[in-house]
């Protein structure tokens, strides 16, 4: 079933994402073959090559080189970069002096990050890139025996990824040939909960996908009313879940799920195994740095920085994906050396509550604030804060100070409104940028209600580093190759 789909169905149908995708899965399983130091050195060439692509191609790189004295040719994966981290604020600022000179800006394919964390960023990929990226998500999906055309049901959709094909020559493909269904999760209450129930029973699919926190709702729905059919595979993605709730979905479906890393700046980069012990970010796609930023009583905080090793269009170089995770202590008993975090901290999005006792996943509103941003003028940056029911706190912060600024504050609360289905009583407060977490993440809901703490906030104590202490991550950086 797979290799018809990889070498003919999807090439054919989608050949924008798919063109060569047979080769591209060959070429991320021979990597996967070779003895870890060749793989070592595999990656750090590959990283050589996309820096020194940026110092020829890409104004914006040239001069950040020239200034920290950087030679691309010489880099290595066994120490950080000396170079400066770079924010999504400075995507915004950059412009085009970030894309490489050696594509037309026609021939990039523009995306836009996910609203989850400020109002989204345009930003551009090559297609080569995109083609290596989506073959590299496949490929993690067949860690977790999910192979291409498996019946899959996709709990999630924002409004764009469903309305994005809508013919009905494009349903009957996804639904078909591809064996996809989505249910969009908007709302999240019974009534949307037993309809996922019916397609989930009518279709029966082998894989279930879907952001954590759904899972979780629909886990604890299919717990109370009762379910006949078992999917064979668990992935969930977005948004991070506490333990109980992931305890909670693998006793009710009786298997283990698979957490898997992804964004739309990056792509999906990281997956866990068939171990469980974490998730490892695959060395064939990025090259990831965790810059240590706080302690909890588990251990150190890292913010997760990665350079993107399959983007030459818009090289992203030390890119601050805006979350925060911790290590594992040790390797993973699988046998990988690939990078593996433990935990990601940083997608903690706290739910909207409402009248009715149904709750609004952040990431919906996050979806919201992607599709709007991209129009905005004045607004740079939302917080949306739950003060009590009924009543949101809006946080934000302009780029410039506009007429635009009170149409698009309107053009919020009312999209918001509409989005849970209530009017909300609302508050605004200018602020000069959205204060950030103690874990060093902006987070796009707060709850101020006691019910809705945050799942980790509690754990963290930041303190000054113990004198002798050596991170998870230097340890593995000390197992780096050689130039
Ligand atoms: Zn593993």
């Given at each position: 079933m797979s290799t018809f789909h990889t070498h003919f169905v999807l090439p054919i149908a989608e050949p924008e994402r798919y063109g060569g995708l047979a080769g591209r899965l060959r070429q991320i399983r021979e990597f996967e073959r070779l003895p870890e130091k060749q793989q070592r050195r595999t990656q750090q060439a590959r990283l050589r090559k996309l820096l020194e692509h940026a110092y020829a191609t890409v104004p914006h790189y040239r001069k950040q080189f020239d200034d920290a004295d950087f030679d691309p040719s010489k880099a290595r994966t066994d120490r950080p970069l000396p170079l400066p981290v770079l924010h999504r604020n400075d995507l915004r600022k950059a412009g085009s002096s970030l894309?490489?000179?050696?594509?037309?800006v026609s021939d990039l394919r523009k995306a836009a990050s996910s609203g989850t964390t400020s109002t989204p960023v345009q930003f551009y990929r090559d297609i080569e890139g995109l083609r290596n990226k989506t073959a590299l998500n496949l490929h993690l999906n067949e860690w977790a025996d999910?192979?291409?055309?498996d019946s899959v049901m996709m709990l999630w959709g924002t409004h764009r990824d469903l309305t994005m094909r809508p013919s009905w020559l494009w349903r009957l493909y996804e639904e078909t040939t591809m064996h996809r269904i989505s249910a969009p999760s908007g709302v999240i209450d019974d009534e949307i909960l037993e309809r996922f129930r019916q397609r989930y029973e009518k279709h029966r699919p082998k894989v279930l996908y879907a952001y954590w926190t759904v899972l979780a709702a629909f886990a604890a729905y299919l717990q109370k009313h009762g379910m006949k059919h078992r999917p064979k595979v668990l992935i969930a993605t977005a948004e991070v879940l506490g333990g109980p709730g992931r305890k909670l979905i693998e006793s009710v479906f009786g298997l283990p799920v698979y957490d898997h890393y992804g964004s739309r700046d990056v792509g999906m980069i990281g997956a866990e195994c068939r171990k469980h012990e974490g998730i490892h970010f695959h060395p064939w796609g990025s090259y990831v740095e965790f810059d240590p930023i706080g302690y909890t009583p588990d251990g150190p905080i890292y913010r997760l920085l990665v350079t993107d090793?399959?983007?030459?269009g818009q090289p992203f170089i030390r890119y601050d994906t805006g979350d925060c995770v911790t290590l594992a202590d040790?390797?993973?008993?699988?046998?990988?050396?690939f990078p593996l975090v433990k935990q990601v901290l940083g997608r903690v999005a706290d739910g909207i509550l409402l009248p009715d006792g149904s709750m609004v996943p952040g990431i919906m509103l996050g979806g919201q604030m992607e599709q709007m941003g991209q129009?905005?003028?004045?607004?740079a940056q939302v917080q949306f804060v739950q003060k009590s029911v009924g009543h949101l706190h809006l946080r934000y912060a302009v780029k410039e100070n506009t007429k635009f600024q009170q149409r698009e504050l309107e053009s919020i609360r009312g999209a918001i409104d509409l989005l849970l289905g209530c009017h909300m009583r609302w508050t605004l407060e200018q602020v000069v940028e959205i204060p950030r977490e103690v874990s060093g993440k902006i987070r796009l809901c707060v709850s101020e209600m006691q019910s809705q703490a945050s799942t980790f906030a509690p754990r963290l104590h930041p303190g000054p580093k113990p004198d002798n202490f050596q991170s998870p991550a230097n340890r593995l950086r000390l197992r780096g190759v050689a130039s």
């Open positions: 894309l490489s000179t050696a594509y037309r999910y192979y291409a055309g090793l399959l983007n030459y040790q390797l993973c008993s699988c046998g990988h050396w129009t905005f003028r004045a607004i």
